[in-house]
């Protein structure tokens, strides 16, 4: 069955140092998403994405975050100047089509900011 | 705005126990809900969905029922086991042209031999 990749699986980064997390959705989904969940608390949805733009970003999704699908496989999401609240696990999902349709999640990516 | 409360953690029960989780939901319209689940050092996985009132959602056992009247959609199985020890994720995401899911705090279950 097709997954959605995520690399790395952690990433440890010093405060105010830039990160790129990185996804490859399943192939043939048009809607690319990222969430986060801070260590005990809930999956937040940060930001949505659709026929490479940004379709919805919650207020979390500040300038110091942006996304990019650069070459029609990969999906990624960037922190400008990480903070230590940004610390996280971060989950990309992808689906067919919006809101009947599931969305697939990696195994996501946890982030460490020192 | 949307949001969604699950019952609060964590639940431990016996194996072969019937379990029930509940997930009530505010939005406006008529959403579509899910269940997702979360092993483990893992990603979330989709467990079941319902997209309209009534609409039963099943799978492994588990099964729920959008009931748009309680604007419920409780997780229920007859009997479980050990490895359904996991986190549970009621979810909604909103017919209002947005798809973002909004997801309940999570409940974990522990079920013990």
């Known amino acids: 069955e097709p997954e959605v990749t995520q690399t790395p699986s952690h990433q440890v980064t010093q405060m105010g140092q830039e990160v790129i997390l990185r996804c490859v959705p399943i192939s043939n989904h048009l809607y690319f998403y990222w969430y986060r969940q801070i260590l005990g608390q809930k999956v937040e949805f940060l930001v949505s994405?659709?026929?490479?733009?940004?379709?919805?970003k919650s207020e979390i999704f500040d300038d110091q975050f942006s996304v990019e699908r650069p070459d029609g496989s990969n999906f990624t999401l960037k922190i400008r100047s990480t903070k230590l609240e940004d610390s996280a696990m971060y989950f990309c999902?992808?689906?067919?089509?919006?809101?009947?349709?599931?969305?697939?999640f990696g195994d996501g990516t946890r982030l460490s900011i020192l | 705005g949307d949001s969604v409360t699950q019952m609060e953690g964590p639940v431990t029960l016996s194996e072969e126990a019937f379990l029930t989780i509940n997930c009530t939901y505010t939005?406006?319209?008529?959403?579509?809900l899910f269940w997702y689940v979360q092993y483990p050092g893992e990603g979330l996985q989709l467990l079941l969905k319902a997209t309209k009132a009534d609409d039963k959602g099943s799978n492994k056992g588990f099964e729920a029922t959008y009931r748009k009247e309680t604007t419920s959609f409780h997780l229920e199985k007859g009997s479980v086991q050990v490895s359904d020890s996991a986190v549970y994720f009621c979810?909604?995401?909103?017919?209002?042209?947005?798809?973002?899911?909004?997801f309940g705090t999570g409940t974990r279950l522990t079920i013990i031999p």
């Open positions: 999902a992808s689906s067919v089509r919006g809101r009947d349709q599931p969305q697939h």
């Open positions: 939005a406006t319209g008529y959403p579509s």
């Open positions: 994405f659709y026929n490479n733009e940004i379709s919805e």
């Open positions: 979810a909604l995401s909103s017919n209002f042209g947005n798809e973002k899911l909004t």
